[in-house]
């Protein structure tokens, strides 16, 4: 069965540069989330999306944005980086905005040095 | 705001035994959801279990079931049959009841519980 596809799955920054996550919803599903994991810490929310509308937004850095596109696929582009942003970036999807079951991708580690 | 807790860094447990996971949470809302999620090496995050909190009967599935004590606010997750590959670190979530219906679509995680399955 198809899972939650997220590009690239490792990348190397250098602070104050700009990275660009993907995610590639299961198909058909309608909702994206993303959540930042730093070394050793739970998951954090930073931001969902329903039919391209932005659904919620947790404690994203305002140097952070994200979209949601027609194809349902979402970006997270992160700028100005700092050593800090290194964390694994979870994105995750649901179909419909009241489903509960939400199915996580592998992640994208990304380390800033 | 709500707040998850999880007082087990680490477990560890022999293979075929039973295990108890802890969490708490803390929360004025009425309605809404708890998670058991399992992130082993892969760093992969699975859904194990899930429950509305407006269910009494405790959810199950397979080798885990969950004690669900609304009123302490605790939601324990009981591993039967430990198997080597329930190695993982698990986390306890919450999500909020939407108000006029549905999730918030946003998980709050415990700071997780390390447990190691022993041969």
């Known amino acids: 069965a198809a899972g939650v596809i997220q590009s690239p799955r490792h990348l190397i920054k250098e602070k104050r540069e700009t990275a660009t996550l993907k995610c590639y919803p299961i198909p058909r599903h309608d909702t994206v989330y993303w959540y930042q994991q730093g070394p050793g810490q739970d998951p954090q929310f930073l931001i969902s999306?329903?039919?391209?509308?932005?659904?919620d937004k947790g404690s994203i850095p305002d140097r952070f944005s994200a979209q949601q596109f027609s194809d349902y696929h979402s970006e997270l582009n992160m700028s100005s980086l700092e050593l800090g942003d290194s964390a694994l970036y979870f994105c995750?999807?649901?179909?419909?905005?009241?489903?509960?079951?939400?199915?996580f991708g592998q992640g994208t580690r990304l380390t800033v040095v | 705001a709500q707040t998850v807790t999880q007082s087990q860094p680490e477990m560890s447990v022999q293979e075929a035994e039973t295990v108890t996971l802890s969490c708490t949470y803390d929360t004025s809302e009425n309605n809404y959801y708890l998670f058991w999620y399992k992130q082993p090496p892969s760093r992969q995050m699975i859904l194990v279990i899930r429950q509305e909190a407006y269910k009494q009967q405790n959810a199950t599935e397979n080798r885990f079931s969950v004690n669900f004590q609304k009123a302490a606010k605790s939601f324990s997750l009981k591993i039967s049959d430990s198997q080597l590959g329930d190695t993982a670190m698990y986390f306890c979530a919450f999500m909020k009841h939407r108000e006029y219906g549905g999730a918030t679509n946003k998980l709050i995680f415990g700071t997780g519980t390390l447990l190691a399955v022993q041969p």
């Open positions: 999306f329903y039919e391209k509308m932005q659904s």
């Open positions: 995750a999807s649901s179909r419909g905005q009241t489903n509960t079951e939400a199915f």
